[in-house]
């Protein structure tokens, strides 16, 4: 069995786009925690730009679908959390620019 590694599985949530700004949610600063364990089983916490978005059941149901689609991955959990809440300055350096955010 292959091991899966913390960034195979960002690389996997970069394809997870949010809808409404069309940037992933890696680059969005969204993934705050990945795990992975000795069986590959993964463990990721993730949040959303606002409390009651109304697209977070739709992403997260991304990551998770992409997670499971990953060659010899036994579990996945993708966890929404709130704390700590999320902020622009989680955003990627080069995202900000391409959305003219400044630093």
Same mark, same amino acid.
């Given at each position: 069995? *292959?091991?899966?590694?913390?960034?195979? &599985?960002? +690389?996997? @949530?970069? !394809? #997870? #786009? /949010?809808? *409404?700004?069309?940037?992933?949610?890696?680059? %969005?600063? %969204? #993934?705050?925690?990945?795990? #992975?364990? /000795?069986?590959?089983?993964? !463990?990721?916490?993730?949040?959303?730009? $606002?409390?009651?978005?109304?697209? =977070?059941?739709?992403?997260? =149901?991304? =990551?998770?679908?992409? %997670? *499971?689609?990953?060659?010899? &991955? !036994? +579990? $996945?959990? $993708?966890? %929404? $959390?709130? /704390?700590?809440?999320?902020?622009?300055?989680?955003?990627?350096? /080069?995202?900000?620019?391409? @959305?003219?955010?400044?630093?």
């Amino acid at each position: 069995m *292959e091991k899966i590694t913390t960034e195979m &599985v960002y +690389e996997k @949530l970069n !394809s #997870v #786009v /949010d809808p *409404e700004i069309g940037i992933d949610i890696v680059s %969005l600063g %969204l #993934v705050y925690d990945v795990k #992975v364990d /000795d069986n590959n089983d993964i !463990s990721v916490k993730m949040t959303m730009t $606002v409390p009651g978005c109304p697209l =977070a059941g739709m992403i997260v =149901a991304d =990551a998770q679908n992409v %997670l *499971e689609e990953m060659k010899g &991955v !036994s +579990e $996945v959990k $993708v966890e %929404l $959390v709130w /704390d700590p809440p999320w902020s622009p300055d989680m955003i990627k350096p /080069d995202i900000k620019k391409k @959305l003219g955010i400044e630093n």
